[in-house]
């Protein structure tokens, strides 16, 4: 079955960097494209970043865009977000997502805080 397992979440001081990694499994991996997403308390689950299946496109919400960086390693079944100069607003569980089926992983928790 279809399995998506984020990693790499935790606290950072503000103006870090953290790097977010989803294993994927049960389905050709390769052919789909990924998102991450994210939900701070109390707010809806908003879109963070997008790849396509092969890596080439990808788009960001404005809100990271210039601060976060999506990419994929096909061959590992692994796709990453790369976080840098965060901010206490981007304090949220961050969840992986394959671009069609709907499915989600469990999501890990990132805290920026001092």
């Known amino acids: 079955q279809v399995q998506l397992v984020e990693s790499g979440g935790g606290l950072v001081q503000p103006g870090g960097s953290l790097r977010l990694s989803c294993a994927a499994s049960?389905?050709?991996?390769?052919?789909?494209?990924m998102s991450w997403y994210r939900q701070a308390p109390g707010k809806e689950r908003e879109l963070v970043a997008t790849?396509?299946?092969?890596?080439?496109?990808?788009s960001y919400a404005d809100s990271v865009k210039d601060r976060f960086t999506i990419s994929r390693d096909n061959a590992q079944k692994t796709v990453y977000l790369q976080m840098n100069s965060l901010k206490p607003e981007d304090t949220a569980v961050y969840y992986c997502?394959?671009?069609?089926?709907?499915?989600w992983g469990r999501g890990t928790q990132v805290t920026v805080s001092s």
């Open positions: 997502s394959r671009n069609r089926g709907g499915y």
């Open positions: 049960g389905f050709t991996f390769r052919n789909y494209g």
């Open positions: 790849i396509s299946s092969g890596g080439g496109s990808t």
